[in-house]
C-alpha cells in the first residue's frame, strides 16, 4: 500500500498538465483502473455499490416512508453482511495494526460510507446526487484504501486546485507520513514484538512503556496513513478533511476521541449516538442511563468495526465505560471533593498534565486487547499485575 | 418563547445542568473546539432547545454546526420557524 501511495504522487505530475476540466474525469480513471489493479472484487464492488446508492438517492425521495425505510434497512443488513464477509472471510480477524486477514482492502471504509449516505439519501429532503458524483467520491484512490472517512457533500463540490501552495503542503504531508510510517511505527513494531509475544520475562516499566508503545504504533500508523491519503490528495488539487488532531495532548478521553480518527468519530456520533441517544430520552430512559446505552453501542461498533474479535468488544466496552466517567461519573465525583482540588485540576497546567497522562495511559492499557488476540491480551495483564 | 430570554435561559441550562461556566461562553465561542460541549451534552441541549422553542428537531439536524455557539444556535431555529 505505500508503494501504492508512491506511484500515485508520481503520476501526479502527468495529471497536472491536463486541462482543467478534464482533471476530474481522469481523477476517476486513474482510481477506476488503481481498483482493478490493487483487486478486482474491488472494483465490482465500488461500482455495485455506487449504482445501490445512486439508484436509492434517485428512487428514495419518491418513496413512502415505510417502504423507504424497509428498503434502507434491507441494504443496511446486506453491507454489514458484506462486511462480516470481508473480515472473516480470509481466515479470521486479525490484530491491529495489521491488514491481514481481510477479504478486499479498503471495504470497511466503503461500507461505512455507503451507509452514510443511504442514510441521508432517506432522511434528508431533496437529497440528490449524480451517479458521477457518487462514484468518484467511492473510487477516489487517495482515501479508498484506509480513509479518512469523507464526508460525501464535502467532497462532491470541490473543483480539483492545483496551485504551488497545494501541492507543497502535500509533499510535506507526504513526508510526515512517510516518516510516522517507516520510521516511528516500524521500529516500535520491532521493539514490542517481543514483549507482546513475551510479557511474563518483562518487568512492570517494559510492560508499561510497552503499552505506551503500542498506542504510539497505532497513532503512528493510522496518522500516518491519514498524512499519505491527505497528502496525496492534495496533489490531485483536492482536499481531504483532517483525521487526527494531537489526540495524546488532549486533556480527558472525551476530547480524545474528538481528535483521534475524528471522521471516524464524527460518523459514531452521526449515525449511532444521536439516533439511539435520541431514541432512548424520547422513551422516558432517563438522561444518564440513556448517554450510557448510546455511548455503549456506539463503542462496541467501534470496536467490531475495527475487528471481529472478543477483545474488540472489551476494547469499546471499556471506551464507552471511560467516556461515560468523563460525562457522567466525574462531575458527579467532583461535587464530593474539595472544591480547591477541582478548581486546580481544571484550570492548571499541572492538572491538564496530569488528566492528559491519565487519559492517555488508559488508552495505552486499552490498546493490548486489540494489539494481542484475548488470550495474549489476558496474559500481558497478568504479567503486568504479577511483575515487579 | 421570548428571543430576549434566549441567551439568558441556554446560559442558565448550560451552567445548571451541563456544569458548564458559561462565563467561559461568549456569542460567537466555539463550545466544541474548546472542550466545553460534547456529543452527551448535545444531545441534551437538543432536548432543552425543543422544549424552549417548541419545535421537533430532526437527528440530521443535531450536529456540531448548528450547537457550536449561542450564535449558531440561534441562526438554527429561527432558520426553523415559520415565517411570520
Redesign the interface.
Known amino acids: 500500500m505505500l508503494l501504492g501511495f508512491l506511484a500515485l504522487a508520481a503520476l501526479a505530475p502527468a495529471y497536472w498538465l491536463l486541462p482543467a476540466g478534464w482533471r476530474p474525469g481522469a481523477s476517476m480513471a486513474i482510481g477506476l483502473t488503481g481498483l482493478y489493479w490493487l483487486d478486482p472484487r474491488a472494483l465490482v464492488l465500488v461500482l455495485g455499490a455506487a449504482t445501490v446508492a445512486f439508484g436509492f438517492a434517485t428512487l428514495g425521495p419518491r418513496l413512502a416512508l415505510a417502504p423507504r425505510r424497509a428498503i434502507l434497512v434491507l441494504a443496511l443488513l446486506a453491507l454489514a453482511a458484506l462486511f462480516v464477509w470481508n473480515k472473516l472471510g480470509a481466515g479470521g480477524h486479525a490484530v491491529l495494526p495489521s491488514q491481514a486477514g481481510l477479504a478486499v482492502l479498503g471495504l470497511s471504509y466503503l461500507v461505512l460510507k455507503i451507509a452514510a449516505l443511504l442514510v ?1 439519501a432517506a ?2 429532503p431533496g437529497f440528490s446526487a449524480t451517479f458521477t458524483e457518487v462514484l468518484h467520491w467511492l473510487c477516489f484512490l487517495p482515501i479508498y484504501p484506509s480513509g479518512p472517512i469523507e464526508e460525501f457533500d464535502h467532497f462532491r463540490h470541490q473543483q480539483p486546485r492545483v496551485t504551488r501552495a497545494r501541492v507543497l503542503g502535500g509533499c510535506e504531508r507526504l513526508l510526515f507520513g512517510y516518516s510516522k510510517l517507516l520510521l516511528g511505527s516500524h521500529y516500535l513494531g520491532q521493539w514490542t514484538a517481543p514483549l507482546l509475544a513475551d510479557p511474563a520475562s518483562a518487568s512492570r516499566l517494559e510492560l508499561w512503556l510497552g503499552a505506551y508503545a503500542v498506542a504510539a504504533r497505532f497513532y503512528l500508523d493510522f496518522s500516518g496513513y491519514s498524512d499519505l491519503a491527505i497528502g496525496v490528495a492534495a496533489l490531485y488539487g483536492y482536499e481531504i478533511e483532517e483525521n487526527f488532531d494531537w489526540p495524546f495532548l488532549r ?1 480527558n478521553l ?2 480524545f476521541w ?1 481528535h483521534w480518527h475524528m471522521t471516524l468519530t464524527r460518523f459514531l ?2 449515525y449511532l ?3 439511539v ?2 431514541l432512548l ?1 424520547r422513551n422516558r430512559v432517563p ?1 444518564p442511563a440513556a ?1 450510557l446505552a ?2 455503549v453501542v456506539s463503542m462496541l461498533f467501534c470496536g467490531l468495526w475495527h475487528g471481529l474479535g472478543w477483545g474488540f468488544v472489551l476494547w469499546g466496552l471499556a471506551q464507552a465505560l471511560g467516556l461515560a466517567w468523563v ?2 461519573g466525574a ?1 458527579r465525583a467532583a461535587r464530593h471533593l474539595p472544591p480547591a482540588l477541582v478548581r486546580w485540576w481544571r484550570s492548571s497546567r499541572a492538572g491538564y498534565a496530569a488528566s492528559s497522562f491519565v487519559t492517555a495511559s488508559f488508552f495505552a492499557a486499552t490498546a493490548i486487547l486489540v494489539a494481542l488476540d484475548l488470550r495474549g491480551a489476558l496474559a500481558y495483564f497478568a504479567a503486568l499485575a504479577a511483575s515487579r | 418563547m421570548d428571543w430576549n430570554r434566549f441567551e439568558a435561559d441556554v446560559r442558565a441550562f448550560l451552567r445548571d445542568d451541563l456544569r458548564i461556566d458559561d462565563r467561559e461562553v461568549s456569542e460567537a465561542s466555539s463550545l466544541y473546539r474548546s472542550g466545553l460541549l460534547d456529543s452527551a451534552s448535545m444531545v441534551q441541549l437538543a432536548a432543552f432547545l425543543e422544549t424552549w422553542a417548541g419545535i421537533a428537531i430532526p437527528d440530521r439536524d443535531v450536529k456540531i454546526e448548528n450547537f457550536d455557539s449561542l450564535r449558531a444556535m440561534r441562526d438554527y431555529l429561527r432558520s426553523r420557524m415559520p415565517p411570520a
Open positions: 441521508e432522511r434528508t486533556r472525551t476530547q474528538q456520533r452521526t449516538f444521536v439516533p441517544s435520541r430520552l438522561g448517554i448510546a455511548q460525562g457522567l462531575p
